[in-house]
T-cell receptor, first 114, second 114 residues
Framework: NAGVTQTPKFQVLKTGQSMTLQCAQD?????MYWYRQDPGMGLRLIYY???????DKGEVPNGYNVSRLNKREFSLRLESAAPSQTSVYFC?????????????FGPGTRLTVL | AQSVAQPEDQVNVAEGNPLTVKCTYS??????LFWYVQYPNRGLQFLLK??????LVKGSYGFEAEFNKSQTSFHLKKPSALVSDSALYFC????????????FGKGTRLSVIA
């Protein structure tokens, strides 16, 4: 039982390059989330998927797209990376309702955009 | 809109002393409150949550938190700190009225000194 897994663990991109961050969970959770963590800013929600087939914007969605591929997988895509997207990205999952259930986090992806 | 404030960026405490990490919140409707902990280079881990019922909530690793509705606070406490408690602590809030995901605070770094 791996919980929430994320790939890759580290990535360096040049400005303008694209990439997809992968997330998978084996807890049969319906809801999944993408966050970014920046020093002094805490954890900010980028996008979430309350259930398979739905996605919604969070606090900081600009410059990102997501795909809920199936119940297990939720990917985050940067189409044209910018230095401002240098951050640590976390995926999480939970059961609905969104407001009350415990979220389980992956180990994170550390992304640097040069 | 919901928000959470952690007024201290850093808290230092001697090993064996009691510790408090502060959190205040703002929501419309009933609040649901969470504490998570992040150890270096790891994802966030759930500590405890208040949904309803007893205002004193007990969680993992000997931590507890007290919900105070009149002061809109949910401070994290532990009677006797350990060096291994040194980590980054996040408070988070949601509200069932909107069934929206958690909003996290900016985090408080706890250092327990031997």
């Amino acid at each position: 039982n791996a919980g929430v897994t994320q790939t890759p663990k580290f990535q360096v991109l040049k400005t303008g390059q694209s990439m997809t961050l992968q997330c998978a969970q084996d807890m049969n959770h319906n809801s999944m989330y993408w966050y970014r963590q920046d020093p002094g800013m805490g954890l900010r929600l980028i996008y979430y998927s309350a259930s398979e087939g739905t996605t919604d914007k969070g606090e900081v969605p600009n410059g990102y797209n997501v795909s809920r591929l199936n119940k297990r997988e939720f990917s985050l895509r940067l189409e044209s990376a910018a230095p401002s997207q240098t951050s640590v990205y976390f995926c999480a999952s939970s059961e609905p309702p969104l407001a009350t259930d415990t979220q389980y986090f992956g180990p994170g992806t550390r992304l640097t955009v040069l | 809109a919901q928000s959470v404030a952690q007024p201290e960026d850093q808290v230092n405490v001697a090993e064996g002393n009691p510790l408090t990490v502060k959190c205040t919140y703002s929501v419309s409707g009933n609040p649901y409150l969470f504490w998570y902990v992040q150890y270096p280079n790891r994802g966030l881990q759930f500590l405890l949550k208040y949904i309803t019922g007893d205002n004193l909530v007990k969680g993992s690793y000997g931590f507890e938190a007290e919900f105070n509705k009149s002061q809109t606070s949910f401070h994290l406490k532990k009677p006797s700190a350990l060096v291994s408690d040194s980590a980054l602590y996040f408070c988070a809030v949601s509200s069932y009225s909107g069934n929206t995901p958690l909003v996290f605070g900016k985090g408080t770094r706890l250092s327990v000194i031997a």
